[in-house]
């Protein structure tokens, strides 16, 4: 079965750090671009960053440029997130979405609440 | 960054009925636009992308249209399972940025 898993969500303070990480199975994960996007709750929808196939190729919203990075295990088949110096306005449920430009599959995403 | 405004936010439709929905880019994004249904609770879903090209599995009563600056997503008769929330989406200029959603409820 093709699907994305999502883990590493929860509550953290303002400031801290947390890692988000993606399993994928059912489809080779080195043919695809991966994303992360995110949405506060209630929210809209905001691309967060996006990795080429081979991690050559990192792409961040000017949001989170210097304090989060986006990395890929083609081994593992695996994605992470890292995120630090996080703030409030990072609460959102965090998706794990195939491709770069139009994603088809999400994973159903974990939920980072930013609080003291 | 391109800033995507859907309207109306909310459309009230009887099932059946036809839903016309409406996504203006700030700026020119060729055809690079993307429409997504979410139902609550749920994951984003891909509809369409590209000029009008529907997503694996998605029904024929969705279409698309447009491009440059002004796309409309078309829902010629609404199913209990169609309401939801839509949500436009632009892939031209990074980053890429989606509208504020168009909430489809039932009239």
């Known amino acids: 079965e093709v699907q994305l898993v999502e883990s590493g969500g929860g509550l953290v303070q303002p400031g801290g750090s947390l890692r988000l990480s993606c399993a994928t199975s059912?489809?080779?994960?080195?043919?695809?671009?991966m994303s992360w996007v995110r949405q506060a709750p209630g929210k809209g929808l905001e691309w967060v960053a996006r990795i080429k196939q081979d991690g050559s190729e990192k792409y961040y919203v000017d949001s989170v440029k210097g304090r989060f990075t986006i990395s890929r295990d083609n081994a593992k088949k695996s994605l992470c997130l890292q995120m630090d110096s996080l703030r409030a306005e990072d609460t959102a449920v965090y998706y794990c979405?195939?491709?770069?430009?139009?994603?088809?599959?999400w994973g159903q995403g974990t939920l980072v609440t930013v609080s003291s | 960054e391109i800033v995507m405004t859907q309207s109306p936010a909310t459309l009230s439709v009887s099932p059946g009925e036809r839903a016309t929905l409406s996504c203006r880019a700030s700026q020119s994004v060729s055809s690079n636009l993307a429409w997504y249904q979410q139902r609550p609770g749920q994951a984003p879903r891909l509809l369409m992308y590209?000029?009008?090209t529907r997503a694996t599995g998605l029904p024929a009563n969705f279409s698309g249209s447009g491009s440059g600056t002004d796309f409309t997503l078309t829902i010629s008769s609404l199913q209990s399972e169609d309401f939801a929330v839509y949500y436009c989406q632009q892939y031209n200029n990074w980053p890429w940025t989606f509208g504020q959603g168009t909430k489809v409820e039932i009239k």
């Open positions: 059912g489809f080779t994960f080195s043919d695809y671009w």
């Open positions: 590209g000029e009008s």
């Open positions: 979405v195939r491709g770069g430009w139009c994603p088809e599959l």
